[in-house]
């Protein structure tokens, strides 16, 4: 059964890097059928979809992102991994992994992990 | 971006009632749209896939419909597990995109 598990640090500092791991278990990061994404919820609001990386390491990333974004894929540990740069307290929130599934006229996060709480705050 | 509006933001029900939440997209999404359960302090379930799809696992009680820009996601005999909140999400086109949430209370 495959599961995800987010990992990093729970406090980082404003204009700092908030760098975040999943690592998969039960399953390959590599498959070809499934892409990798990252979902973030700040507290008492809605959700977010923040990008997606693909095996081979290609990405698609939130445009209100982009610029201070990084997704990458590490097959050798079966992780992928997300990096924000200069971070404001607008970027605390609960960070989500999670697969998507896409297929003929599918597309949807079928698994995630549990999240992790990050807060930016100095 | 596509914007997904769902109503209502929140209702109140009873055990065993019917309840309907809809959601509507700002731009036609042909039929990849998903809806999501998030308990709190729980990561998002998918329920309802490609609009109307049930998701394995989940009760046969939930179903979805629509096509296009309109959606209805329907939960009959609502069960105490219900209470929750519930979401849409496209996924036609990048950014994909939520819809603000609807919370089902008890009443």
């Known amino acids: 059964q495959l599961q995800l598990q987010e990992s990093g640090p729970g406090l980082v500092k404003p204009s700092e890097t908030l760098s975040l791991t999943c690592t998969v278990s039960g399953g390959s990061v590599s498959s070809s059928t499934y892409y990798w994404s990252w979902v973030r919820q700040p507290p008492g609001k809605g959700l977010d979809w923040i990008g997606t990386?693909?095996?081979?390491?290609?990405?698609y990333y939130n445009p209100s992102l982009q610029s201070r974004l990084t997704i990458s894929v590490d097959t050798s540990k079966n992780q992928f991994s997300l990096k924000l740069r200069s971070v404001t307290a607008a970027d605390t929130a609960v960070y989500y992994c999670a697969r998507r599934r896409t297929e003929t006229l599918t597309d949807y996060m079928d698994v995630w992990g549990k999240g992790t709480t990050v807060t930016v705050s100095s | 971006d596509v914007q997904m509006t769902q109503s209502p933001s929140s209702l109140s029900a009873s055990v065993g009632d019917r309840v309907t939440i809809t959601c509507r997209a700002s731009?036609?999404?042909?039929?990849?749209l998903n809806w999501y359960q998030q308990k709190p302090g729980k990561a998002p379930k998918v329920l309802i896939y490609s609009a109307s799809s049930l998701q394995s696992g989940v009760p046969s009680r939930f179903s979805g419909s629509g096509s296009g820009t309109d959606f209805t996601l329907t939960v009959s005999d609502l069960q105490p597990e219900d209470f929750a909140t519930y979401y849409c999400?496209?996924?036609?086109?990048?950014?994909?995109?939520f819809g603000g949430g609807t919370k089902v209370e008890i009443k």
């Open positions: 731009q036609t999404i042909n039929s990849y």
């Open positions: 999400q496209q996924s036609y086109t990048t950014p994909l995109t």
């Open positions: 990386i693909y095996h081979n390491g290609g990405t």
